[in-house]
């Protein structure tokens, strides 16, 4: 079997992440037919524009798609890719687990959690404007049926992955009829659930403080999309920050996997950088794509290079590099395969 895979590589580190991903996947005996778009700073110079038309007609057509890191200035500059993609191809669904490991240095070590944050609205959906010279407004969507999707997908999740119970996550003290419709949604959808998943619900801040201080009660969130970004990177540092953290975006007709940090340019072309992060997503793609076993076999494989600490990075406290990386846990797999 072979599978037609858009391949973003993205900015700074990106490229050598992708390569070191690319050599993994290749271990598990499966065919790809990469179809390389670039996209980010690199194409601003040449196509004017960062996400170009061509780079979503090649997810559109594949369904599917892996990317590494891509730039999103702060405070000016070009929107980020990210949104751009999740909104033209209506990826809904952002997931990002957060696993303890063994080997990565972090407060705990019996964390798992899956964080499901709508994707396509709330803040996020960019209706700001200024007001005058000294103020500016944003606009907080938030629907019934893209509220309902979130929450559905969420206790889907749950019921394939023999999850126990989906907390939805919102502010419906304070923001009675945005945040209020969010609940209300996610609490009709969780009593067509009853008896198989359970369902709680936690105002944000309050989640906030008892995952730092109880991470253990906690399984599957669903949160809206802004409270989604901020408690998915909480996640995240509970166990050991975002270079070890995959992430998926979901739709009905595509799927792009990617890791949530950063492009890292000073440190690109080096050979330093952790690939963890998309080697992971990678192997979420997989699953995606009904390849469980391999997928599992990436899992296992790099949780194994990590543990033993032989062939790891300098961020966890390693002197590999990027490819002998990817290729200590190419080798795992292709032994357990």
């Known amino acids: 079997m072979s599978y ?4 973003i590589p993205g900015d700074g580190i990106g490229p050598e992440l992708a390569t070191a991903t690319q050599v993994v996947l290749g271990a598990t005996g499966i065919g790809f037919d990469w179809d390389v778009q670039s996209a980010g700073e690199a194409t601003i110079a040449t196509e004017g524009t960062p996400l170009p038309d061509r780079v979503i007609e ?64 709330d803040l996020y959906a960019g209706i700001e ?12 969507i938030i629907t019934r049926a893209a509220s309902q999707r979130i929450a559905r997908y969420a206790f889907e999740y749950a019921v394939r992955n023999g999850r126990r119970k989906v907390t939805a996550v919102h502010k419906a003290n304070i923001m009675k009829l ?19 998943v359970e369902f709680e619900d936690r105002i944000v801040d309050n989640m906030c403080m008892q995952l730092v201080q109880k991470p253990d009660l906690y399984d599957v969130l669903v949160l809206p999309n802004l409270y989604g970004d901020i408690v998915s990177d909480l996640a995240a540092g509970l166990v050991g920050g975002l270079g070890v953290a995959p992430g998926a975006n979901i739709g009905e ?20 950088a952790n690939p963890t992060a998309l080697i992971l997503s990678a192997a979420l793609m997989l699953r995606h794509l009904g390849e469980t076993d391999a997928a599992v076999a990436i899992e296992d494989a790099t949780r194994g ?33």
């Open 253 to 272: 007709s595509a799927a792009v996997f990617e890791p949530v940090h950063g492009s890292a340019p000073k440190y690109a072309g080096q050979n330093k």
């Open 178 to 196: 945005s945040d209020g419709l969010f609940l209300e949604s996610a609490q009709q959808v969780a009593a067509e659930y009853a008896g198989r």
């Open 58 to 121: 090649s997810i559109r057509r594949n369904g599917i798609a892996l990317k590494g890191p891509i730039t999103t200035p702060v405070g000016s500059g070009f929107r980020s890719v990210n949104v751009g993609l999740r909104q033209a191809l209506e990826l809904y669904a952002n997931v990002r687990p957060a696993r303890s490991m063994a080997g990565v240095e972090s407060r705990y070590d019996d964390v798992d959690l899956v964080i499901v944050r709508e994707n396509t609205e």
């Open 4 to 7: 037609a895979v858009t391949l």
């Open 129 to 140: 404007h200024r007001v005058g010279p000294d103020a500016a407004e944003s606009i907080k």
């Open 305 to 337: 290079v990590i543990a033993d600490g032989e062939t790891v990075t300098y961020d966890l406290g390693g002197t590999a590099g990027t490819r002998e990386f990817g290729e200590a846990v190419a080798g795992r797999v292709r032994a357990s395969v």
